[in-house]
């Protein structure tokens, strides 16, 4: 059997595939510690939450009536205008039903989007996405219907007191040439916890703006929904910017609904593809975050639940870190938000590649740090030294990890200097 051009691009290895098998597998075998995925956490009192709300839409036809009826193709139309609502009184911006889409999901936003405004188009030019801020999400990596879509810029990195540092854009080296299309940005960003603060947000924006392209900022862990966000952040719309949502990180990663908030002309253009992609959103996510923003509840378990438990847990798991590995051995990126953490082994002898393998046959599941630099076009050690490990996972899980983890390395360090003659400093 032979496939299409389309064919064979999809169905090549990747890193987001990869990812998603290692989670179905880990799940599955007993034993296996979960650090690699992006599952939020099972917490407690949002568990109770969503069943209490679902066995109240249950009783009152709310849960029937989405469940047996299609929505339109941009969403449950109850959900666009309760949002837009919130967001006019939230934050001021101008904002209706008509700038607000759903998608299955933010994975199928980020598609219709990259290849809405980047690959060939009628005048035979090609244009590009750029992320100005690698590392970013690996799942952007293979969204690109077209090879050679994305473009990425090495960061700057501020090395921080306690063994901490963070990435900031290059603004003096972005490569924001005429074949861009469109900016993209995460924040916070997955893999690494960092928020692009509001000054290199605004000049994002400016620039965007001046070379005539959006700017996609991807929203899945920020405010004002999730809220898993630990320093200060300004959210940021104009018709200029699409910001991209999830109802995901609420806990509720299984109802698969994206949102967008973009200007009317791109909300149009997604409800089309949505039409001819999947007929319509589901329903079931959309009905119960208009409950919640109805009842008044969406915001405020964000702040008052969700962002609590995750900075407690970040707390947790840097004090269990750093109980094995000292500051000497991995280097952490400063943990702003998201679900993560980013370690920075800077004098690994093995590529994180490598040491991802041998954890796994531990059965320790962490993601290899080269998955996150989607268009680097030039190489760079520091790809290879680091790796995303996801905190949510109960402590003791955590630290039996951590102690596998440091076992390893202190394993690739003996194996390094085994190879070298003490006498002369020359490889054997």
Known sequence: MSFSQFGDKFTQPT????????????LRTPGTIMLGGGNPA???????????????MHK???????????????????LLASLATLLREQFGWPVTAQNIALTNGSQSAFFYLFNLFAGHRADGSKKRVLFPLAPEYLGYADAGLEEGLFVSAKPTIELLPEGQFKYHVDFDHLPLHEDIGLICV??????????????????????????GVPLLIDNAYGVPFPGIIFSEARPLWNPNTILCMSLSKLGLPGARC???????????????????????PGSIGPALANEMIVRGDLLRLSDEVIRPFYQAKVAETLAILR????EDRCLIHKPEG????????????????????????????MVPGHFFFPGLEQAWP????????????????????????????ERALREAESVTCPADGNQI
């Open 323 to 326: 109980r094995y590995l000292p």
């Open 42 to 56: 099972q917490i407690p009192a949002m568990n109770d939450y969503f069943d209490q709300l679902l066995l109240q």
């Open 338 to 365: 998201a679900i993560f953490l980013w370690l920075w082994f800077r004098d690994l002898p093995i590529t994180t590649e490598v040491l991802y393998q041998r954890l796994k046959a531990r059965g320790v599941l």
């Open 258 to 280: 994206g949102i967008i908030i973009a200007d009317e002309s791109t909300i149009s253009a997604l409800g089309n593809m949505n039409g001819i992609i999947s007929l319509a």
């Open 60 to 78: 009152d036809g709310t849960l029937s009536e989405a469940l047996c009826n299609y929505d339109g193709p941009r969403g449950k139309a109850q």
């Open 382 to 409: 520091h790809t290879h030294q680091c790796m995303r490990m996801n905190y949510v996972p109960e402590a003791a899980k955590i630290e039996q990890a951590v102690r596998i983890l440091a076992e390893e390395l």
């Open 186 to 211: 995460s924040r916070p960003t997955n893999p690494t916890g960092n928020v692009v603060t509001d000054d290199e947000l605004l000049q994002l924006d400016a620039l965007a703006q001046q070379h």
């Open 15 to 26: 890193g987001i595939s990869r990812l998603m098998e290692d989670m179905g597998e880990g």
